[in-house]
T-cell receptor, first 112, second 112 residues
């Protein structure tokens, strides 16, 4: 199993600003996943972050809007840039060391 | 395009009822199917299924996978109000990078 510490737990931000979400894992993992869950919707994969290489973004998500860092095998950050109210969502990081995906506690972001 | 579809979208039952949640998928390079319970932000893991016909069981919850017909079911017997949550189905795929495709979720409400 894996334990993921994600922060902040929640934030209320002004439109046009940026927020960086951090995830720390208690073990080394090759891939970390970042998801968005809009109100009433399921989880949508934003990108997969590998240590030492550029993140792989899913269709509809771009690096300028959601830059990701992965400086080592236990840590990653996701930045939500130039926020608008449409970015209000829950953001989740996840790891899957052995086919079973584990999640951080989630960040509830509200953009006003 | 890969997709995971859950049904019903929502369900209201009374305590003691038995419920069956469905998950069908069309995913290339299938590796695993996972069930999660989401009450607040972070999904909590219930089951991982990789082989057809083998039932996984944990207390009042059980699940089975049919890889020929491409679906899985999650059964909850003797439901309790604490079972009220969104139940998510996710399929792991090695198409391109390894990733999980999540279904729409089933919102279950158990009335006392």
């Amino acid at each position: 199993s894996a334990v993921i510490s994600q922060k902040p737990s929640r934030d209320i931000c002004q439109r046009g600003t940026s927020l960086t979400i951090q995830c720390q894992v208690d073990s080394q993992v090759t891939m970390m996943f970042w998801y968005r869950q809009q109100p009433g919707q399921s989880l949508t994969l934003i990108a997969t972050a590998n240590q030492g290489s550029e993140a792989t973004y899913e269709s509809g998500f771009v690096i300028d809007k959601f830059p990701i860092s992965r400086p080592n095998l236990t840590f990653s950050t996701l930045t939500v840039s130039n926020m608008s109210p449409e970015d209000s969502s829950i953001y989740l990081c996840s790891v899957a060391p052995a086919l079973e995906a584990f999640f951080g506690q989630g960040t509830r972001l509200t953009v006003v | 395009e890969d997709k995971v579809v859950q049904s019903p979208l929502s369900l209201v039952v009374h305590e003691g009822d038995t419920v069956t949640l469905n998950c069908s998928y069309e995913v290339t390079n299938f590796r695993s199917l996972l069930w999660y319970k989401q009450e607040k932000k972070a999904p909590t893991f219930l089951f991982m299924l990789t082989s057809s016909g083998i039932e996984k069981k944990s207390g009042r919850l059980s699940s089975i996978l049919d890889k020929k017909e491409l679906f899985s079911i999650l059964n909850i017997t003797a439901t309790q109000t604490g079972d009220s949550a969104v139940y998510l189905c996710a399929v792991g795929s090695t198409s391109g990078t390894y990733k999980y495709i999540f279904g729409t979720g089933t919102r279950l409400k158990v009335l006392a």
